[in-house]
């Protein structure tokens, strides 16, 4: 996991140059980078570390702030969640004022609440709660102009539904399962069956396979007490 939060798979060899560099707080730089961003999001990669570079690059030099791309970045590393991406993006952005260039307001002072919102929604594992906000009129704008360009958003976003079961439960009722996931009837059976899962037609329970998280195992502790120290023990008990 760590090896692939460093440096994933599919990072190219010369974005992989530059982050690793000190080429990564030169301000030429800035483009190759959005480019990249621009790529993950259409091609459903992710590369935190890249993301963080542009986002310092905002820090260092105001006059680069682009909204759109600290938008596009937060909603990458929302589908990272439980993992701490979505606060070191949060971390790095500027409260100071960005220089009036832009073309049209700042989007981002009225979004950042909302994916704030759902970040914590997602960390607190509400689910059904997650979808209904984001499904709903008030983000409406977030949906339309953000999150339709994300390739494989909605997806990603029940991969973090689905580490969470996997880690939780070793059954669970389909309709449980699809108000995590926001599908139902064929659209769910297909998705659990994607993932290799079992589903009793009889009742609906969704069988989820063994992992290390799912299975409860006693352990046994064994003290090898010798003994000269439990000699030790008594004669300051007594001198007590």
Known sequence: MAATWIKPSTRPEPIEDLVSGVDRYNPSNVSILE???????????????????????YQFNPDLYNPDVVINILIKALAASPLPD?????????????????DEPDPLPSTLPQLK?????????????FWATFQS????????????????????IRQVAIRAVKATFTHI??????????????????YVKGLGWTIDSSNGTITVPPNPDNQIEAT???????????SKVISHAVKA
Do not use: M, W
Request: net charge negative.
């Open 35 to 57: 480019d990249y961003l621009y790529h993950q999001i259409r091609s459903e990669e992710y590369d935190l570390l890249a993301n963080l570079a542009i986002l310092k690059l």
């Open 86 to 102: 979505f606060n070191l993006c949060i971390s790095l952005l500027d409260e100071r004022t960005h220089p009036s260039t832009l």
């Open 117 to 129: 919102t759902l970040q914590s929604l997602l960390f607190r594992c509400r689910f059904p709660a």
């Open 137 to 156: 009129e008030e983000f409406e704008n977030l949906r339309d102009n953000y999150t339709v360009e994300v390739a494989g958003f909605e997806n990603a």
């Open 173 to 190: 009722t389909s309709e449980r399962l699809g108000s995590y996931l926001n599908l139902s009837g064929n659209d769910l059976t297909s």
């Open 220 to 230: 046994v502790v064994q003290e090898a007490i010798k003994l000269p120290q439990l």
